[in-house]
């Protein structure tokens, strides 16, 4: 069975920091590449960062470039995304996707469409 679940979540100050973790099971790097996403109230899910498991290419939304780092250690079957510098606007449920392929050459992130598992999110609230 595939598990996929996030953790990390919680309640911070404007120009604070977070890291998520997404620890999964059921299916390794070799095959799969993880994405994050999030949904504030009101919204629609969006796409957040990727991370290819074949060369370790990152990608990321732009409203978080230059604040979110997605990371992977295979050993731990674990994705991280690393926040910092955050801004009331993040707060929202955060979730990791896996995509079945472990290379993207694409010139922005995968869609949504593309992921076949997810997990069931961890809410970020960040107070101004």
């Known amino acids: 069975q595939v598990h996929l679940v996030e953790s990390g979540g919680g309640l911070v100050q404007s120009g604070g920091s977070l890291r998520l973790s997404c620890a999964f099971s059921?299916?390794?790097?070799?095959?799969?590449?993880m994405g994050w996403f999030r949904q504030a109230p009101g919204k629609e899910r969006e796409g957040v960062s990727y991370?290819?498991?074949?060369?370790?290419?990152?990608y990321y939304a732009d409203s978080v470039k230059g604040r979110f780092t997605i990371s992977r250690d295979n050993a731990k079957n674990t994705v991280y995304l690393q926040m910092n510098n955050l801004k009331p606007e993040d707060t929202a449920y955060y979730y990791c996707?896996?995509?079945?392929?472990?290379?993207?050459?694409?010139?922005?992130?995968?869609?949504?469409?593309?992921?076949?598992?997810w997990g069931r999110g961890t809410y970020v609230t960040v107070s101004s």
């Open positions: 991370i290819n498991s074949s060369d370790g290419r990152t």
């Open positions: 059921g299916f390794t790097l070799d095959y799969y590449s």
């Open positions: 996707a896996a995509r079945p392929d472990s290379y993207y050459s694409g010139s922005s992130l995968p869609p949504r469409s593309d992921y076949h598992f």
